[in-house]
C-alpha cells in the first residue's frame, strides 16, 4: 500500500534518488548503504526507508531514475534536429562512454551495468532492465522511421528489427570502451558505429559529425 506523503515530498523523494544513483556509481551496488545514501543527501536514514520501505526499492528506483535523466536529455537533443541522419549521428554520440565529458556518460554507463548484473539475480530489477531495454531500441527504430518517411532512409529490413541490432552493437561497443580495450577508444567506437548503423539502414556514409573528430 502506497503512503501519501507530505507537500514537498516530491522534491525530496527526487533528491534521494539522485544521491542514491550518485552513491551507488562510486561505490557500486554490492557497496552501497542507505546511511551513505542518507549522509549525500543530508537526511535520516529513518526518513529514506520512510519514503522508499527498503533498500531494494530504493536501488530499483535510483537505477530507473538515472537511465529517465539520459532519455530525457536524449529527447531534448533530438527535438532540436531536423534530419534523421544527424539524429542518429547524435544518439550514437550521447551512447559513446567518455566521448562527450559533459554529458557524464560513464556515470550512466556504469549504472547500466549495474542494472544489468544486478537483474540477473533480482526479478523486480529484470523487469525493469527490460522495460529500459525496450526503450532504448525504440528510440533508435523511431529515428529510422521517421528518417523513411522523410526520404532520408531508403525502405528495408522493419525498424524495430534494426532497432535491436543496432543497439545491441552500442551496448556491446560500450563495455569494451569502459573496460579500456585498447582496440575501441570512444572515438574508434563512434566511427564503427555510425559505419555499421549506415550499412544496416542502407545509406551512404556522410563525414563525422563536427566537433568530435577521430
Do not use: G
Given at each position: 500500500m502506497s503512503r501519501t506523503r507530505p507537500k514537498g515530498s516530491k522534491d525530496r523523494h527526487q533528491e534521494i534518488l539522485e544521491a542514491a544513483a550518485r552513491v551507488i556509481t562510486d561505490r557500486g551496488l554490492a557497496e552501497t548503504r542507505i546511511s551513505d545514501i542518507a549522509e549525500r543527501c543530508g537526511v535520516s536514514p529513518g526518513l529514506i526507508l520512510y519514503y522508499f520501505e527498503s533498500k531494494d526499492r530504493l536501488l530499483v528506483e535510483a537505477l530507473t531514475y538515472a537511465n529517465d535523466q539520459f532519455y530525457l536529455r536524449l529527447s531534448r537533443e533530438l527535438r532540436r534536429i531536423t534530419s534523421a541522419r544527424e539524429q542518429l549521428d547524435r544518439l550514437i554520440e550521447l551512447s559513446v562512454p567518455g566521448?562527450?565529458?559533459?554529458?557524464?556518460?560513464?556515470?550512466?554507463?556504469?549504472?547500466?551495468?549495474?542494472?544489468?548484473?544486478?537483474?540477473?539475480?533480482?526479478?523486480?530489477?529484470?523487469?525493469?532492465?527490460?522495460?529500459?531495454?525496450?526503450?532504448?531500441?525504440?528510440?533508435?527504430?523511431?529515428i529510422i522511421r521517421e528518417g523513411r518517411e522523410a526520404g532520408e532512409f531508403p525502405p528495408g529490413v522493419d525498424p524495430d528489427d534494426l532497432g535491436q541490432q543496432i543497439g545491441a552493437m552500442i551496448d556491446g561497443l560500450a563495455?569494451?570502451?569502459?573496460?579500456?580495450?585498447?582496440?575501441?577508444?570512444?572515438?574508434?567506437?563512434?566511427?564503427?558505429?555510425?559505419?555499421v548503423a549506415a550499412k544496416l539502414i542502407g545509406f551512404a556514409l556522410e563525414p563525422a559529425p563536427a566537433g568530435v573528430s577521430s
Open positions: 566521448l562527450l565529458p559533459e554529458y557524464e556518460r560513464l556515470d550512466e554507463w556504469a549504472l547500466w551495468i549495474e542494472i544489468w548484473v544486478r537483474a540477473l539475480r533480482d526479478p523486480a530489477l529484470a523487469k525493469e532492465r527490460e522495460a529500459l531495454d525496450r526503450r532504448w531500441r525504440q528510440s533508435i527504430a523511431d563495455i569494451q570502451v569502459l573496460m579500456n580495450d585498447t582496440a575501441f577508444t570512444p572515438l574508434r567506437m563512434r566511427d564503427v558505429c555510425r559505419d
